[in-house]
């Protein structure tokens, strides 16, 4: 059987195919030969080491770069959160009220306390006639004699 001893300029073509994922019959197809020939190249054992070398540099190659990309991914979050914490933090000394404020609860509300509204005590009066008063009265006095117990007579 023919083993290549050294790849030439072809079989890097094929090589380069192979890693894209063409199949044998599309290789032979785009480089002008027969599935026969690119079989025996892609059977030799100097290419199928080349192709497994370069295999595994694309696998590290490509762990490398995804690793880079969450790294580059967690900066630029990270980044964006120093901003967001600095502009809120700004908002809070806003001659704004209703800005400082709304910062203000933002920062507490995500650092885990408890909302807090605001309470305005606002008192109620009344003005009761004299009638009224009267009609009051008796009404008390008659719901204070249904509630009474009975008193018994020796």
């Known amino acids: 059987m023919y083993t290549i001893q050294q790849l ?3 079989h890097h073509k094929i090589l380069e195919l192979c890693l894209s994922g063409l199949t044998n019959k599309q290789i032979a197809e ?5 599935p026969q020939q690119v079989s025996v190249v892609l059977n030799s054992p100097s290419f ?3 192709l497994t070398t370069r295999r595994a540099r694309l696998s590290s190659m490509t762990d490398e770069m995804l690793v880079t990309k969450a790294d580059n991914v967690a900066e630029a979050i990270k980044q964006g ?14 001659d704004n009220e209703r800005v400082a404020l709304a910062a203000s609860q933002d920062i507490l509300d995500r650092a885990g306390f408890p909302r807090v509204s605001r309470t305005e005590n606002k008192s109620v009066s009344i003005t009761i006639s004299a009638d009224d008063a009267a009609c009051i009265s008796e009404s008390l006095q008659l719901d204070a004699q249904e509630l009474s117990p009975p008193v018994f007579k020796k």
């Not at 785009?30 to 027969?34: A, F, N, R, T, W």
């Open 48 to 50: 199928q080491h080349e």
């Open 30 to 34: 785009h480089l002008s030969m027969s």
């Open 8 to 10: 030439n300029p072809r």
């Open 81 to 94: 959160a120093r901003s967001a914490v600095e502009r809120v933090l700004g908002s809070i000394n806003s």
